[in-house]
């Protein structure tokens, strides 16, 4: 087993992994240290020094996220001098972020609004005056499927780093420096670059900065508050069998998100986040069709089978099986294919059989 | 030609000296550096040969072309050594049609017409003679004394004899064992003891390490690392080779500012020459030894000079730092151990080697032993690059180097460590300087940047001023710094244009404090330091901007109105006629009248009165 280590948070004993920063030790804990450029998925960036804390014996305030931890150290995490600062450094943020939470389709699902609620950060009990609106920040929305607004943009590089480290495609980076830093594809616009709209910054912008287009209903906005229900299901597009959460009003499709579970731990490229369209569209084929005097007409599947089965056969017993070709679906399972290229070769008997999956 | 030895080192230095016999004994040294040139430095060098050759001189007079000699406030600048006696003497300011008069010189009588340089800014042939002598110099020991494009001139000055005895004569850890024992800390800023950097980089056992030089140097008014890059290129090149030996490292690179072409083309040419005499490459001086330099370019972005960001810079991203730790030292360019040191901190490590550490440690202070290069700048006589002992009061430089503040104004403060550092107020100019006498005023040591200020600066707007720079030069990466540097930034604006309150005071003060400790790499730790300080030490100017709406020093524009005075008004109209918005009325000979709402407060009255009838208050 493993050797734990044992260390305090504000006097609280916590056993942890040696691999465990501060942050992740504490919040295996039930101690949240705030935070906004934290995501356990990818690197360490350090940044927006909300999850600061005090270590006995060490000069100075350490970032908990970057922080290991390790046996018998002693770490403040709550103290009124910490926690001024955590003021301070949310004051600042809320003034170079464009506020409009009324219009924002993250609001009540924005980190940032919850940390500026806990602490009390209305308008009024700010210390610094808005500067968002002179920043002349460069928005786009020219991306098919992703909205990026710099005024909310905080500049956390969780895009950047998911784009990058997630998904391997390094579409994202920061142009400009200082208090003019934007996230940028490195284009003029989104739609010029490489980007192929997977949409892996947008889960993991913690504010309304990044977010997906309505795809799935233009003409209703929708908010995370405003899903009735989520269901985790299986993605239909390939064989690799994503795990994807299925948000719905009234039985309709508003918003797709990768889940965190095997075998793609939160990702989702963009037909499984963008291309479930599909499954409330009139013209989706909900039953089986036969052509009868020329003419598709639907029909029940054990007739449609039956139908299938003796033509088949038919055709085997007339022409031969080499005069049957089998083409099966990417979109079917890794079992189902295998399946069908058994049922192609020992039933029908031939190797005539392919798939389309050369995505 | 190749050297393989020691051995074969002194053979060729003593050849070197024979072969100079032939020359004069009298050493003329034109500064040819960045700064000379531009003040005409190479049409004085072109009159110098030409007299020499005109009148059959060569057999008296030896031309050396040296990089920077510091003496900015007077170029171009020559200096006349004669070799056999050792006397020498300097000349500033320097024309074209000088140069007979200054070859004439006997050394005795002082020629008239020409300015001969104080005596502040002579130095010693050795650093620790310093009893008649203000400076001494070890990092800048050949810059302005040697041609640095000719590797046999830093040869003959010893060069590369403290390398060969590395590799010959020491184990690896007895290097780092001298410069620890020097107590040599890094002249970058932080000053950290450089032999622990070196052992923390020593004890990891990969097999690939790298020393990086940190020749970023970026700080307004700082140039002492260009002045030993334009100089004295190899004594860097030496060092690095020695670190590489010491912690094992095959690899070195400079990260040198684009913005340094004469350096760059100086240390390209450097590096040649070593490696065609074998001091850089494979198997230095016949050991198993190799170490080779490469030179990187930064875009200018003041950031870089963090040693993370320079890091990350040279693998190709952007230059943002990343927290610590880890160090480099332990996980640096391509995640393996790297030294990063400065240019000056470098330029000391040969002599340290070659003299030892015992007698490094006789110069200096107990803590801070050596000496350190500061560019003075700002409200001062002389201007200038100058290395003096730490342990040198502030005094002392201002005004015995320095020659005090420039016309006859009242001293008010100096601006160590560039903008990072802090304001040092007149109570405290007997201090004598090192990384921790700074430190604990509130300032730091920085690089060396000395910006002296007087009566006329207004203290906030000096903070404000250095803080512009931080925040133009922040990148973006932690809040504290982006946006915190922006919002203080706005809030001694505020202060400056009269609109400032008890409560921005309050949070200019707290989110000073913030910035300081939350921030992620030293660029943010330090932006505030000049508020703070200026804050602590000048706390009544801000308190007048606030309350009474003054700037004593009548910088702040929209604090500031101009009048007349009427009494010693004569009626002339040149106010009248220069006010751009005719904002002066008045007859001929008859006092006028300066109608406050209409005035833009551009001053052009206040410079041209010639009866000083104009107050500004």
Redesign the interface.
Known sequence: MEKQITFTIDGKTIKASPKDTILTAAEKNGIVIPNLCYNKEVSCTAACRLCIVKIEGRPGFHPSCAMKAADGMKVKAFTDEIEKQRRIILDLLLSAHNDDCINCKKDGDCELQDLAFKYNLGRDSRDFPPIWEQLEETSDSTSQVLDYDATKCIQCQRCIKACQEKQGKGILTFANRGIKTTVTTGYPQWNASLCDGCGECQQACPVGALTMKPVYSPNNRVRQKDIEKTTTTTCPYCGVGCQIDVSTINNRIVKVDGHNDIPNHGSTCVKGRFGLDFVNHPERLTKPLIRKDGKFEEAEWNEALKYTADRLVKIKTEYGSNSVCGLSSARCTNEDNYLFQKFMRSIVGTNNVDHCARL | MMIKSLQELSEYTEELSDSRSNTGDINVLVSLGTCGIAAGAEEVHKAIRKTINENNLGHRFNVIETGCMGLCFCEPSIELEDTKNGKSIIFGNVKPENSEKILNTDFQSEPKEIDIIEKGWYYPDEAENTDNYLQAKIALRNTGRINPEKIDDYISHSGYKALGRVIQDMKPEDVIDEITKSGLRGRGGGGFPTGKKWTFAAAQSTEEKFVICNADEGDPGAFMDRAVLEGDPHSVLEAMTIAGYAINATKGFIYIRAEYPLAIERLELAINQSREMGFLGKNIFNSNFSFDIELRFGAG?F?CGEETALINSIQGL?G?P??KPPYPAVEGLWQKPTIVNNVETFANISTIIRKGHEWFRKIGTEDSPGTKVFALAGKIQNVGLIEVPMGTTLKNIIYDIGNGIADNKKFKAVQTGGPSGGCITPDYLNTPIDYDSLKKLGSMMGSGGMIVMDEDDCMVDIARFFLDFT??????????C??????MC?LLEKITKGKGTEKDLR?LK??SE?IK????CGLGMTAPNPVISTMKYFAHEYEEHVYDKKCRAGKCQELITYSVIPDKCVGCTACKKICPVNCISGKVKEPHFINSDKCIKCGECYRVCKFNAISKS
């Open positions: 972005a950031v952007r943002m990343s927290n925040v133009d030069e922040s990148c973006g990466k932690c809040v504290p982006r946006i915190g540097g922006k919002q706005g949070i707290s989110l913030t400790n939350a921030s992620l």
